[in-house]
């Protein structure tokens, strides 16, 4: 049996991983990582939201709407709030003076974002089994060879070059890091990618 790679599109650019690097450390320094109440190994910094609403990156709204098959009936339900993607334009004040806003203006004149993320999964942690509604732009920052995503049955580590990954997170996914320090990737809603 041969394995499909085809929902991991890697993507013709590239940026710089030492830059990336540096801007996530400069974040940490303003922010902490935000995360629904009761969920733990899973963190977010929005580098944007709506504009003018501060609100529109806390609670639920981190995380947004996916759904999942909890248990053994494999029936699946919907959990945390829907969120209206493209509403999330404004680029956070706090964090211009990154390269992370250099990043967002080249990949939003590339693709229709909706709300980009740098988004914390801690060591020896998985996802849950999901789907979520739209494909996922990655950049990977900080990972480990213990880290992969798997969609549908493929695993695949994407790892922290520069590179950018488009993910057909609209099948069932989830992501583990499997190592034993934290895996950072900038992680975007993509609104016009369609996978053949």
């Known amino acids: ?11 013709d650019i590239k940026f710089d991983i030492d830059k990336l690097k540096d801007a996530y450390q400069q974040i940490i320094k303003i922010k902490k990582f935000d995360g629904p109440q009761g969920v733990s190994n899973f963190g977010a910094i929005s580098l944007t939201q709506i504009p003018n609403d501060p609100e529109s990156i806390k609670g639920h709204k981190v995380r947004g709407v996916f759904w999942t098959k909890p248990d053994s009936t494999g029936k699946e339900v919907v959990r945390d709030e829907a969120i209206n993607e493209a509403a999330y334009s404004e680029f956070i004040e706090d964090y211009k003076n990154t390269y992370f806003k250099e990043v967002f203006d080249i990949l939003s004149s590339r693709y229709k974002l909706g709300r980009v993320r740098i988004l914390l999964k801690q060591p020896r942690s998985t996802l849950s ?6 494909p996922r732009l990655h950049i990977p920052i900080i990972t480990n060879p213990g880290c992969h995503m798997v969609i549908d049955n493929v695993a695949k580590h994407l790892p922290a070059d520069g590179s950018v990954w488009v993910t057909n997170n609209t099948k069932y996914h989830n992501a583990f890091n499997g190592g034993e320090e934290n895996r950072i990737h900038l992680v975007a809603c993509v609104l016009n990618y369609k996978f053949n």
């Open 1 to 11: 049996m041969s394995l499909n790679f085809q929902d991991f599109q890697k993507q």
């Open 129 to 134: 089994w999901h789907r979520d509604p739209e």
